[in-house]
């Protein structure tokens, strides 16, 4: 159905109602921040971090750039306008699209799904027991009362959902490969799917980084938010760190920073109540203590680890709140280690802005370059997984009359 509205007027509907978010005093936001933090065993102050990334980058000007980026001008999606060699041409709604939510990342499905109404489309979005989505959906259709029919949220639950994902025209799922696979057997040929699975994030430290222990130290001071913000959870956070073997601090001494730096950014963004997980993180202490090539630094309660060695070592640690510190003379040598255990990187973390990266990043499947301390603060506009953000919820017409 295409929609009443100017692409305008939703996106002025969109930048309002995340500005709203944005206030932590906003009751609807203090409801969700609590609801959140009861569902995850997030501190409150983990999940106010999360929903302030989340809403404050979002406003007019960048979703209007994204949308004129990807299709050329904001006019395209109300109307026929002339693009040279194509003839008139518009981009219309795709139509009904549903967003299966992470179960992980806090409101990842809020973004495609403002970018989809910004196309027209009407949107459901599975939301978590949180109702995250629905609250700021409320917002939405209290700024913009004609969009009541278009956005929509509910929490279902796997084969006893009445949500039949085949009757919509586009699928958009976070989740593991696994659980993506089913979803996609299970869909129409028809039905446009795009499917987030499972990834993770590096990040490499140059030796031009190690050159005092100054830098050193902020470096390490960013690299552990990447690392325990969320317990490390979801494609976005932190699981490798590349340090160059030939910097002036050493990979020995950096190791002990970045403990330094766990343990202050711990005090902070504290463990989530995991019993469980807590006690595989003690028995991968323990494991990795007995690899002579390897460097374990931990904390009595095994609230974190660090496991530091050579890229011949060990493959890498999934654990939530582990990392792994790998030691290599060059980049190469890094995008070699992350092949041999067929990681695929969401995020590449840098130490030096302008750096040369991108061939490191395109060998890794990198969606974004990123310094530290930002990895887990994606703009809205960027492509997720590599995606583009508005293309996908539109199809074209021509008018060759």
Known sequence: MVSKLGVRDVVAAVAASARRWSDRAYAPRRSACLQIAARTGYAEAVVETALDRLFAPIEAAVIEATIIAELGSLEVLDDFVVRPGAG????LPIGRVCIVSSRTTIGVA?????????AGCEVLVKDREDHLVEAFFTTLREVEPALAG????MPWHGETDAVDLGTFDSVVAFGSNDTLATIARGLPLQTHFIPYGTAASAGYIGAEALDNEAR?????RDASRDALLYDGEGCMSLHVLFVASSGRISPSRFAELLRDAFAETGREYPA???????????LERDAAMLHSSQRVLSD????YLLVAGSSNGSPPLLTPRALNLVVVNDQQEAAEYLQRYGITLEALAVSEAGGDYFKLARECGAARITPFGSMQAPPPGNPHGGRPRIVEFVRWIADET
Do not use: E, M, N
């Open 300 to 303: 009595d309660g095994a609230s």
């Open 88 to 91: 008139r041409v518009r981009a």
């Open 110 to 118: 809020i973004v495609p799904a403002l970018f989809a109404l910004c």
């Open 216 to 220: 050193a130290r902020t470096i390490a």
């Open 150 to 153: 278009r956005a929509a949220a």
């Open 272 to 282: 989530s109540h995991a019993p469980a997980t807590t006690a595989r993180r003690a």
